[in-house]
């Protein structure tokens, strides 16, 4: 089974609209992190946001949020007042502190694109 | 700036080459993960590791490998090239092995195959 679950390889938002980017996940760990990153057409991975699996809290850093539903096995990405540079590929990803090798298991990732 | 720093940046060999990758990870950090991300694959994890150690496998072919020396740094060799091996590669870095932190990723080495 897919650890990291994204349905939507692309998606399209206007300007100044807020946006969600869906990730589900799948883990017996208890303890784990869950991360997204923007990768923009020049290549580089931008860390973006980060919500542990014992936060009671929803993440939120600038315009970015994680609707964390934690018996739904979701961690949505939300964009506020999307703008041009938002337009990238976004990946969610998952780090289990019980896995072997701890490593970041990433999703198949999401096109947003932003109109003017 | 993640302070991981991947040289070189792009590469351009043919089939049959062989060519190292290198990363050098931030200031402290322990760990280095490797990753490839090709346009049918995504983002898959190759290898791990710890302080000169390998911790963990991902699907890692056999004419690659890879490791970490006494500074720190570390190096990816991929043989025998084929097309297919075409892909950005990422190295990333955390302090320890273990934990839910963050992985600190380098601008990615883009390999070429013709």
């Known amino acids: 089974a897919q650890k990291i679950t994204q349905t939507q390889p692309g998606m399209f938002v206007q300007e100044k609209e807020a946006v969600t980017l869906d990730c589900t996940y799948d883990?017996?760990?208890?303890?784990?992190?869950l991360f997204w990153y923007k990768q923009p057409s020049s290549g580089e991975m931008i860390f973006l946001i980060y919500?542990?699996?014992?936060?009671?809290q929803n993440a939120t850093e600038g315009r970015y949020s994680l609707n964390f539903q934690k018996a739904r096995k979701s961690a949505n990405l939300v964009i506020s007042a999307s703008q041009l540079g938002d337009s990238a590929m976004y990946f969610c990803?998952?780090?289990?502190?019980?896995?072997?090798?701890?490593?970041?298991?990433f999703g198949g990732g999401t096109r947003l694109m932003v109109k003017p | 700036d993640s302070g991981v720093t991947q040289t070189p940046k792009h590469l351009i060999t043919a089939t049959g080459q062989r060519v190292t990758l290198r990363c050098s990870p931030r200031?402290?950090?322990?760990?280095v993960y490797w990753y490839q991300q090709s346009l049918d694959q995504g983002l898959q994890f190759l290898i791990q590791?710890?302080?000169?150690?390998?911790?963990a496998k991902g699907n890692i072919l056999e004419r690659f490998s890879a490791q970490q020396f006494p500074d720190l740094h570390s190096e990816l060799n991929l043989s025998s090239l084929e097309l297919g091996d075409s892909a950005l590669y990422f190295c990333?870095?955390?302090?320890?092995?273990?934990?839910?932190?963050?992985?600190?990723f380098g601008e990615g080495s883009r390999l070429t195959v013709l």
């Open positions: 990333a870095s955390s302090p320890q092995a273990g934990g839910t932190g963050e992985l600190f």
């Open positions: 883990t017996s760990d208890p303890s784990y992190g």
């Open positions: 919500q542990g699996s014992y936060d009671q």
């Open positions: 990803a998952m780090r289990e502190v019980n896995n072997a090798g701890n490593m970041l298991t």
């Open positions: 200031s402290g950090d322990l760990s």
């Open positions: 590791y710890y302080n000169g150690e390998e911790r």
